[in-house]
């Protein structure tokens, strides 16, 4: 479902964008260092569940937005080189991207509803259909509540219907 929704081109762009920042910021040593200083550690943390990467990198990106920000704003960043740099300029404009990050956070969002349900699942200790039923049901309320697009209701839909629902798994 993770890798279906991030097929889709809106959302390969946001999470290109959110690459394009984070490779920037790693492939600099001054940078990277200065983030880590302002930000108190990495942005890039390792996932926990391998189909889960971008969500993962998406929203470690928008929890040190603002401490981020503070990097893109000081005289540092203004007099040093990299400010200059074509790439420079991009992910300062993609950092001050209110649009941009308004989408990454409703992204971040929908990708948590099912990142929650597949960690669960994916967990050691199997749970039972009766309850994965349960969450899938919960995780579709909260994508309604959301106002998920269509697109992603259905790519949910189709690979629950496809694979997992079958009338003898809730049988008790």
């Given at each position: 479902?993770?890798?279906?929704?991030?097929?889709?081109?809106?959302?390969?762009?946001?999470?290109?964008n959110g690459r394009k920042i984070t490779n920037f910021i790693y492939n600099h040593g001054w940078l990277l260092a200065k983030m880590r200083q302002v930000c108190g550690g990495d942005i890039v943390r390792p996932g926990a569940i391998r189909f889960a990467t971008n969500y993962i990198a998406l929203d470690s990106l928008l929890k040190k937005r603002v401490d981020l920000k503070k990097i893109f704003i000081s005289n540092e960043w203004a007099s040093h080189k990299l400010s200059r740099t074509e790439v420079g300029h991009e992910v300062e404009r993609l950092m001050f991207d209110h649009a941009y990050w308004e989408k990454v956070e409703k992204l971040v969002s929908i990708y948590e509803a099912l990142y929650t349900v597949l960690r669960i699942v994916d967990s050691e200790v199997i749970p039972t259909m009766p309850f994965v039923y349960e969450?899938?049901?919960?995780?579709?309320?909260?994508?309604?509540?959301?106002?998920a697009k269509e697109w992603?209701?259905?790519?949910?839909?189709?690979?629950?219907?496809?694979?997992?629902?079958?009338l003898l798994c809730v049988a008790d």
């Open positions: 479902m993770f890798e279906d929704i991030g097929k889709r081109d809106t959302v390969a762009q946001l999470i290109g969450l899938i049901r919960l995780m579709k309320t909260n994508l309604n509540r959301l106002k992603v209701r259905h790519i949910i839909a189709d690979r629950w219907d496809g694979t997992l629902k079958h």
